[in-house]
Nanobody, 111 residues
Framework: QVQLVESGGGLVQPGGSLRLSCAASGFIFSIYAMGWYRQAPGKQREFVATITNRGSTNYADSVKGRFTISRDNAKNMVYLQMNSLKPEDTAVYFC?????WGQGTQVTVSS
């Protein structure tokens, strides 16, 4: 049974940082790309970042230079380090594997 469990969300002030984590299980994690998407209130889900099994990364223009996706294949974990957060980064963040999605973790950027 595939499971993707996100954690690390919360409330942070503009300019602050958060690190999201995703624990994956139920598939051979090390051979697949993983991704992060987000959904803001009243908006469609949007791409944030992906990382291949070998560590190549791709980012949405809106987060490039501020967010960093990484993975630990030994622990079946994928991370999203978010720096210089802005109010427009407020959203539920989802870990993804192919068509599978986790339950999401809420990130709120507000003073």
């Amino acid at each position: 049974q595939v499971q993707l469990v996100e954690s690390g969300g919360g409330l942070v002030q503009p300019g602050g940082s958060l690190r999201l984590s995703c624990a994956a299980s139920g598939f051979i994690f090390s051979i697949y790309a993983m991704g992060w998407y987000r959904q803001a209130p009243g908006k469609q889900r949007e791409f944030v970042a992906t990382i291949t099994n070998r560590g190549s990364t791709n980012y949405a223009d809106s987060v490039k230079g501020r967010f960093t996706i990484s993975r630990d294949n030994a622990k079946n974990m994928v991370y999203l380090q978010m720096n210089s957060l802005k109010p427009e980064d407020t959203a539920v963040y989802f870990c993804t594997w192919g068509s599978m999605w986790g339950q999401g973790t809420q990130v709120t950027v507000s003073s």
